[in-house]
């Protein structure tokens, strides 16, 4: 089947089951279009990919199969390909050590020179490549150098890049599809997760000025800041830093001092703001927008949560701190103190999803899932740990997530302007539609009629943006409008997340319900009844006889005070579905594991809106 005719047959195929599920016909008329796509992937160019058995696919079956083309597994070999395909993708492999055991696999001869080149690839070909990136990430944590040194120089460096940066260009199609350059950089001091993605709105003119800024060369935030202000300059690139993992951070993603110890200033807050605008709160290494322990009155707060640091240090904890350094909604009331006490917000983020899958492979479906690794690709591989008896098993991984960003068009310069503002949104894998404006004259019927996304644009603001004060005061309100994705799980209710400074300078959160599926009513002290379950367990399948196709909600903050600052974001469950261990479990033929969820309620988070108070 040629590209055009399938391009036709997908066109038309979505429109003929949109029309129940879709945001109002309206949105057409709108600036913004809804694109999907995953900015964090790892092909067999990244170290730890290729030393769990991704020896196959690199950035161009990467980009393939994002596109909807079939591909051959790289673990089991079997074909596979994704449900629906991505409107852009980020092949984002790690700037140390890139392509390094690959071309060790393969003989290269300038890396057999070195002395740890001879004895990885000696171990690689003996199946051991598990110790070689055991032995990697000690020598990281303990800044053993000598190691990493060995291959890290520009020759070494460049070819790879230079394979990664043209097959993004070979892959990218203005209005068809995004193929945008970047890569991760993946610093890990003290086992602490401050890795970030790196994407740019260039190509390979920009690209061929300059090697990706790694780990190696510091693990300092602020330097990788300074990389992007010089390199931006030079080449007139547009650049996103995205953290991720947050949550096996050690509390230092969203700390109060620098990393010199010092405590934050205006210009740190400055930087950080420009190059971090966005954020990845869900993906396969666990959730990142909250926790029980900081958010004990919000019954959805454990959804995925993770343990499991990047540790292999012997006689050491490996397991994750809880703190408000380590998550999303924490760090954005953090945000807000910060804010007032420096004059600019640090953590004033949008939030997205993406994978972080290593296999090559896009996968975010529960039924779908390719795994975190190539080796957690097959049922029987899954619940063994990776490494070591206390290491993460597939079966701790999320299917999840993706980016849903509001565009003015499908390209590279769009998009990352969408991160830019922030007018994008993070789901844990299902392709949930949401619109979520911000406003003073915002009405009932708004969200009633048809346009709503017209009127929230000519009246209000979209997610990622400032509210500006109004000069009277009054509260402001919210439109909110969710679709579930058109193959998917039907919808549970809307949620408004809000924090909030008090005028003695503490920080408070609430979770509103603002709308429900199934004419359920939410009580006066703001609770509301569950949806309802209807996953066999038996044979992990599910009904769409609970939840609404689309809920949409106008809602007004009764509790808003002027002199306040405060954030507001949209959470959106859908109805519970079966877990992708559900999915293995059943296939195995085994008991689901009692340490484990059966069933998840998949969702979205809008990126916040913020009010400051007039000075």
């Known amino acids: 089947m040629n590209n055009t005719l399938q391009s036709l047959l997908k066109a038309s195929f979505l429109a003929a089951i949109a029309a129940a599920t879709s945001l109002s016909q309206a949105e057409q008329s709108t600036s913004t279009t809804l694109l999907w796509g995953d900015t964090h992937l790892h092909s067999s160019y990244s170290f730890d990919a290729f030393l769990f058995q991704n020896r196959s696919i690199d950035p161009d079956t990467a980009y393939r199969y994002a596109k909807g083309y079939p591909v051959v597994h790289p673990y089991h ?9 991505l409107d852009f993708l980020v092949v984002s492999d790690h700037a140390e050590l890139t392509a390094i055991p690959m071309r060790l696999f393969n003989g ?9 080149g001879r004895h990885a690839a000696e171990l690689i070909k003996q199946g051991r490549g598990p110790e070689v990136f055991g032995e990697l990430v000690v020598a990281a944590n303990s800044g053993n150098s000598s190691v990493t040194d060995q291959l890290m120089s520009e020759s070494i460096r460049q070819t790879p890049w230079d394979d990664i940066v043209a097959a993004a260009d070979r892959h990218n199609s203005e209005g068809k599809f995004t193929a945008l350059v970047g890569w991760e950089w993946s610093s890990l001091p003290d086992a602490a997760n401050l890795h970030r993605v790196v994407i740019m709105d260039e190509g390979q003119e ?8 790694s780990s190696t060369e510091s693990d300092k935030p602020e330097d990788l800041w300074a990389w992007l202000e010089k390199t931006s300059a030079l080449t007139g690139a547009e650049f996103v830093a995205i953290p991720h993992n947050m949550n096996i951070s050690k509390g230092k993603m969203f700390p109060l001092e620098d990393s010199f110890g010092k405590p934050l200033t205006e210009e740190y807050a400055r930087l950080r703001s420009k190059w971090e605008s966005v954020a990845e709160v869900t993906q396969i290494k666990g959730d990142s927008e909250t926790h029980p322990l900081l958010s004990p009155e919000d019954e959805f707060a454990n959804f995925e949560s993770y343990r499991f640091l990047i540790d292999l240090r012997p006689d050491t904890d490996h397991t994750a701190t809880v703190t408000a350094g380590d998550y999303a909604r924490a760090a954005l009331l953090r945000g807000l103190k910060l804010g007032a006490e420096l004059g600019t917000n640090p953590y004033q983020f949008g939030m997205i999803g993406a994978t972080d899958s290593h296999t090559g492979l896009a996968s975010a479906e529960e039924d779908n899932f390719h795994g975190k690794m190539a080796l957690d690709s097959t049922p029987e591989n899954k619940p063994q740990p990776r490494i070591g008896s206390r290491g993460a098993s597939g079966w701790d991984m999320s299917a999840s997530g993706l980016a849903a960003v509001w565009a003015s068009e499908n390209s590279r310069e769009a998009i990352v302007a969408a991160f830019k503002r922030k007018e994008v ?3 844990s894998g299902p392709r949930i539609q949401l619109r979520f404006f911000a406003g003073w004259n915002f009405k009932a019927s708004d969200a009633r009629e048809a346009g709503l996304a017209k009127r929230g644009y000519a009246r209000g603001v979209p997610m990622g943006s400032v509210l500006p004060s109004s000069s009277r005061s009054k509260a402001p309100s919210f439109l909110i409008e969710a679709a579930r994705d058109p193959k998917g799980a039907n919808l549970d209710r809307l949620q408004i997340v809000k924090g909030w400074l008090d005028d003695q300078g503490k920080t408070h959160e609430r979770v509103y319900n603002v709308a ?17 379950n209807t996953v066999d367990l038996s044979t992990a399948h599910y009904t769409n006889d609970i939840g609404a196709t689309r809920i949409a909600s106008h809602w007004t903050d009764p509790d808003f005070n002027p002199e306040q600052s405060a954030f507001y974001y949209a959470r959106v469950l859908q109805i519970p579905t079966p877990r992708h261990s559900l999915y293995d479990a059943i296939a195995l033929q085994q008991e689901h594991p009692k340490d484990k969820a059966a069933t998840i309620q998949e969702r979205a988070y809008s990126s916040p809106v913020w009010y400051m108070p007039e000075e």
């Open 206 to 213: 920009a690209a061929s000025q300059f090697l990706p800024f």
């Open 425 to 427: 949104y993070a789901t």
């Open 516 to 532: 429900a599926s199934d004419g359920r009513k939410i009580a006066a002290d703001g609770s509301l009844a569950a949806v309802g």
């Open 77 to 85: 070999k079997a074909r596979v390909q994704i449900e629906t395909p």
């Open 108 to 116: 290269d001869k300038d890396l057999l020179n070195t002395d740890f």
